[in-house]
């Protein structure tokens, strides 16, 4: 594995070295990044020597693309220890120095970030904000953990030590005890916000995703939940939910974990448009005058993923169609480079939107073609997964 570990100004930095160390001697490829603050705790000498290659901290020291050779090197990357102050930057896509700007180029790829800071800080509303951003984008966290700071306090804020830091790594490359490997599961609506209050949303209650990513975890599969708001919770173990809001947000999440993954079922009510304007405060009424909103388009998650994917990985989408149904789901199978499609028709009662049964017709690009009885949608979930996956 090519691993790129970035380094920033804590405390903990004087342990990257060691990290660097643990990484080369499990066989990785491993080259450094440094915040400048990072370089007053370790040195570019050690970094450099640990690694076996030059330091990236200059974002202009080779004409400024750097960023993106190195983005293209990498197969994942390590920010530890991580600030505050870059969680912060990350969560905002502020991009004004070498790590930072690395980082905002890795957003379709693998992240694992072990926070540090005093426990203070770490609780902070604002911090903790921006975990849960980057963790619904599908950003890995290692700790912090708890323990005695080099504030001479003790609390939740230390920095993973490196050798959990290393195995959090290694245990993402796992092969996992099923030939499933692990799916992407896209689930519920998005909402894009109109004004502080105010979203476009639509009926999807995440029911059909939450089953199809239940029905994947007792196949053996490990599942990255991608969800938009819904009350659900999943029940199994072996289901890591990532929870968002937005399509963008959905977009940023799919397309980060979707490189790791064997296969992804997109079932996901994914809103076509959004506000072209989002005011952060609430929108005033305008006397007598009606209001117009002007809505500007969202990326289709399921279309970009077609264009990622590699062989041997399995995408398949959902189809809710309303009229000359077959047409339209075999059109977007080839269009959109999936293996299935699961076509829903709204025209079958007790199929679709917040009810608790389905019926499916499952189209495969090989030309296979399957229906569903109307069923519950664990047992549709079920079927869909048996057909689909390997
Ligand atoms: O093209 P259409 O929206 O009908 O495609 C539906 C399929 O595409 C579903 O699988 C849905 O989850 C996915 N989709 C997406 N991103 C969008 C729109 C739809 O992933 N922006």
Request: hydrophobic share 45%; net charge negative.
């Amino acid at each position: 594995m090519r691993i790129v570990v970035g380094i920033t100004g804590g405390i903990a930095a004087y342990k990257a070295p060691e990290l660097v160390r643990l990484l080369k001697k499990q066989g990785h490829e491993v080259r450094c990044a440094a915040t400048a603050h990072a370089l007053e705790f370790t040195t570019r000498a050690t970094l450099e020597t640990v690694s076996g290659a030059p330091l990236y901290s200059d974002l202009f020291a080779s004409g400024g693309t750097e960023h993106i050779s190195l983005k293209d090197w990498g197969e994942l990357l390590v920010v530890a220890p991580a600030t505050a102050n870059i969680i912060g930057k990350v969560a905002s896509g502020i991009a004004d120095d070498a790590l930072s700007t690395l980082l905002l180029a890795f957003s379709h790829k693998l992240v694992i970030m072990a926070p540090a800071m005093n426990s203070d800080m770490w609780a902070h509303p604002a911090v903790q904000r921006n975990i849960e951003t980057l963790r619904g984008w599908g950003i890995r966290l290692v700790g912090p953990a708890e323990g005695e700071l080099a504030c001479g306090t003790s609390g939740t804020g230390r920095m993973a030590e490196p050798e959990t830091i290393a195995e959090a790594v290694n245990s993402l490359f796992l092969i996992p005890h099923s030939p499933l490997g692990r799916w992407l599961v896209t689930a519920g609506p998005t909402y894009e916000k109109i004004d502080s209050v105010r979203f476009i949303g639509n009926y999807s209650s995440g029911k059909m995703g939450f089953a199809l990513a239940e029905a994947l975890a007792e196949a053996g599969a490990e599942v990255e939940l991608v969800t938009g708001p819904t009350h659900l919770n999943a029940t199994h173990q072996r289901i890591n939910v990532h929870r968002v809001e937005s399509a963008r947000e959905m977009y940023a999440a799919a397309t980060g974990l979707f490189p790791q993954c064997n296969g992804a079922i997109l079932s996901a009510a994914v809103a076509d448009y959004r506000p072209a304007e989002q005011a952060d405060h609430k929108l005033k009424k305008q006397g007598d005058q009606g209001m117009t909103l002007t809505l500007v388009q969202n990326p289709d998650i399921l279309a970009t993923l077609g264009t990622m994917k590699q062989p041997g990985q399995r995408l398949v989408g959902f189809a809710l169609e309303t009229d000359n149904e077959l047409q339209n789901a075999e059109g977007k199978l080839k269009r959109k480079n999936l293996d299935y499609i699961v076509m829903n028709s709204l025209r079958e009662a007790g199929a679709g939107f917040g009810v608790d049964t389905n019926k499916v017709t499952i189209l495969g690009a090989d030309g296979s073609r399957m229906e569903s009885p109307l069923m519950s949608k664990q047992e549709v979930a079920r079927m869909i997964v048996s057909t689909v996956a390997p």
